[in-house]
């Protein structure tokens, strides 16, 4: 289960350090619209139900604490392989291109001890800023 922060479900982005702290300066500064999970591991192995429009997110940083509230817009499910541009490019982290996209979410996950493919069933969520 994911923890709660004031009534809300926490979404943590990327790893903590570096990343999670560039990644979330990418939300608050609203470059990054968007992010992609695996369904298994994020969802099913957390027994976790997907977000849905309009839900309340608690964004958090690097020591857990609220920064940002996000409302989520949109949550789909679909192979990792059909995964637009149009999505990868509102992550907002300078991917132009599908394949690099897919690269660095392959090595992020399997960095991270999961196995991708193009089936691998993956959930596109995006957010705007409610507050911060």
Not at 1 to 8: Q, S
Not at 39 to 56: F, I, K, N, V, W
Not at 113 to 119: A, K, L, R
Request: proline content about 3%.
């Amino acid at each position: 289960m994911w923890p709660r922060v004031g009534g809300l479900r926490s979404l943590e982005l990327g790893t903590p350090g570096e990343m999670r702290a560039n990644i979330v300066e990418r939300v608050l500064s609203g470059e990054k619209t968007a992010t992609t999970g695996l369904l298994a591991t994020g969802y099913h192995d957390e027994s976790e139900e997907l977000e849905h429009p309009g839900e309340r997110l608690a964004l958090v940083g690097n020591d857990g604490t609220p920064v940002a509230t996000l409302e989520i817009i949109d949550a789909v499910v679909m192979r990792f392989d059909e995964v637009g541009l149009e999505h990868a490019v509102a992550e907002g982290e300078g991917w132009s291109t599908l394949e690099d996209w897919r690269q660095d979410h392959v090595s992020y996950w399997n960095r991270n001890g999961t196995e991708v493919g193009d089936d691998t069933e993956v959930v596109c969520i995006s957010f705007r800023l409610a507050d911060s």
